[in-house]
């Protein structure tokens, strides 16, 4: 059974499955769903159509599934959905989407420290490290495994691919390529995100390659076109690269460019 405290006003309509515990003056709507062995600590507000998976945890002054800060936004059904094992720190927001029928969504695994946000239509992946103070714009997408530090934030519509870093207090405006490590305003690339790629278990012969990789694309000299040639006819297609690969060509905003050399790319 849940355990729902008596200051707490949960509607009747809500959905809250087994040994959910609903701390004191916590708020909970009519269209919010609970997953089993999830905690909100206390002065929790959930609201709109916010469905949250199992075994989240939920510290004071959590506000979910509220209206997206958003001009265009004009009513209807939206929703956001969050995976299971989460951790959101004092203070965190997340909007539903903007747009009748869309949605923001959160992984699993994911931990958001005190006063962190994500904005609406956001797509956070799996086992993401947002550190305080740290805000996704409207749209933004955040591949899994990456490490946001401190006072750090992104551009609407901007994409993280997995395993970036991003840090303290950088911003950015363009894209940032997996495995990279993003440092200062508007995409400036430091290096490969080495300690990254080593805690999570990438063999030294996938490093050395991706090391490879960045001198070409980030290093040599070339435009983007020329480079992704380059990377294609030099570098072993590896799953790593070929990710890179799709990631730079589908970029709609331009990629962060190398900070030593100032190259946009």
Do not use: W
């Not at 940032?176 to 080593?198: C, E, Q, T």
């Not at 980030?218 to 990710?243: C, H, M, Q, W, Y």
């Amino acid at each position: 059974m849940a355990k729902i405290h008596s200051t707490a006003l949960v509607d009747s309509k809500a959905q809250i499955g087994e040994n959910v515990e609903i701390g004191p003056f916590c708020t909970v709507g009519p269209n919010v769903k609970i997953g089993a062995g999830t905690k909100l600590v206390s002065y929790c507000n959930l609201s709109g159509h916010t469905t949250l998976g199992n075994d989240n945890v939920l510290f004071p002054f959590v506000s979910m599934g509220t209206e997206p800060q958003d001009h265009d936004y004009k009513g209807g059904v939206s929703y956001l959905k969050i995976g299971d094992g989460n951790t959101f720190r004092e203070g965190f927001t997340a909007n539903v989407g903007t747009k009748e029928g869309t949605e923001t969504i959160i992984g699993n695994k994911c931990y958001f420290m005190i006063n962190t946000h994500v904005a609406h239509n956001c797509k956070i992946g799996n086992a993401v490290i947002v550190a305080n103070c740290s805000a996704f714009s409207g749209y933004s997408e955040i591949g899994s495994n990456c490490v946001i530090s401190g006072l750090c934030g992104t551009h609407q519509f901007v994409r993280l691919g997995r395993f970036v870093m991003m840090s303290g207090g950088s911003v950015t405006s363009l894209d940032i390529p997996p495995f990279m490590i993003a440092d200062g305003r508007n995409g400036a690339i430091k290096a490969i995100n080495l300690v990254g790629l080593k805690r999570n278990g990438f063999s030294e012969s996938t490093i050395k390659t991706i090391k490879n990789m960045f001198k070409i694309f980030f290093r040599s000299g070339l435009n983007v076109t020329n480079a992704l040639v380059k990377i294609k006819s030099d570098i072993e297609p590896i799953p790593e690269i070929v990710e890179f690969i799709n990631f730079v060509e589908t970029s709609k905003r331009g990629v962060g460019h190398c900070r030593a050399s100032g190259r946009r790319a």
